[in-house]
């Protein structure tokens, strides 16, 4: 049974027709090998090279990328990436960071990586309710700052979880508090109850041969029925994670996404957020995000940095640190999320998945575009040998001194399985996997 026939089985089974479509692909995903997603984490104003990249061969980390400890065995570190093409500049770091741009200024000229990623899923016939999605936390303060394009056109970050969750998964209801944001787990389970029993009426009309498709779907469906009811029990009980649909949205009001005070709900919407996107991953709603924390020429203060951040990147490295710490806090966390979050045939989320943290600029301070601070992490699905640290530096096509990120982006989208082009690679970098 085709996905667009199983659609349209269940268009009746719930007025929660999102959950319907994550039923329909759960069940899809059972007749293919699971697929690999992209998440792309941007943090502001680069860094100072020498207290964030690692040496060569070994873990040690620097102050910068020092809370990335915890996740430092998901981890490719990756010194001597340049941005290529024109325009060492915020505007210009952010035009081409995930595009392979080569126009200076704030143009982009042509699409970002996800957006590519989920325009050749849709054309395969691969339809998610997201082909991509942008979000993050304060990304949209300074709307052209974003790093994502669609051709040419610069498309906005969401950074309210509620708006998101609710535009991804449906709304049980018109309260707008957290507790009462998004589908329960009980209504999941009712809707999805629903649903099966449409499929067995289906069942009764169907040939011999479409009749024994749709019984590996309904086999499909009673694993995700008990993973379902698993998290649900787990929530009831307050220990729920961030998994296929269920999300704890508790304590996040309607205009917290707003606060950008350094002691206000900064790191409460920043959990939130990962929850959401680990959510949609999970339930395969998409397979492509670009995640933001801030903007270019961010003037966020966090909660450690003492400064606005791109003050503090012009600032000493100790101050800059104290800034970018706190990003890479909440990454840190991020990734630990997607590796403890259950996956398809034993494996994890992160184990299906490529992980990019990038930034605009290289050194902060001097506004180039030489070693941005590039981190890959995933896991054994993604085939990515991690727990490395590699030097790029006097190889590759970037300027002869070091490595081209298009060539980075290139390497992402095939092993991720796509077939598209980015515009400036002359080929892929060697030596990640």
Known sequence: MKRRNLLKAL??????????????????????????????IYHPNGCVPDMFHPRVGSLALPAMSSPLEKVKQHCVF????????????????????????HEAGQKGTGSSIEVLMGEENSSKGITPTAPSIQMGLLASKWSDKSISFQGTTRLPYQDDPLALYKSLFGDAGDNNSGAAAGLTGADNIRAFERAKGDLARLQQQLGSLERERLEQHMSAFNVLESKLKAIASAGDSGTAGGSCGMVNLDGIGGSDWRDDSPTGAMARVSDAQQDVAIAALSCDVTRAISFMYSHPVSPIQNPLGGLADHDASHANGETHSKSKVWWMQEIATFIEKMSNTPDADGYSL?????????????????????????????GKGTGLETGRSLDFSGSGNYEGKGASHADLLQVIARKAGYSFDIPLAKGELAGIW
């Open 11 to 40: 268009t009746g089974a719930s007025a929660a027709m999102p959950l319907a479509s994550i039923l329909a692909n759960s069940a899809a995903a059972a007749d293919s090998t699971r697929p690999i997603r992209f998440v792309s």
């Open 78 to 101: 990756m010194d001597g990436i340049g941005l290529i093409g024109n325009g060492s500049t915020h505007e210009g770091g952010a035009a081409k960071v995930l595009t392979g741009s």
């Open 350 to 378: 992160l184990d299906n998945t490529i992980v990019l943290l990038c930034s605009e600029l290289g050194h902060g301070n001097l506004h180039d575009h030489w070693r941005i601070p590039f981190v890959m992490a995933g």
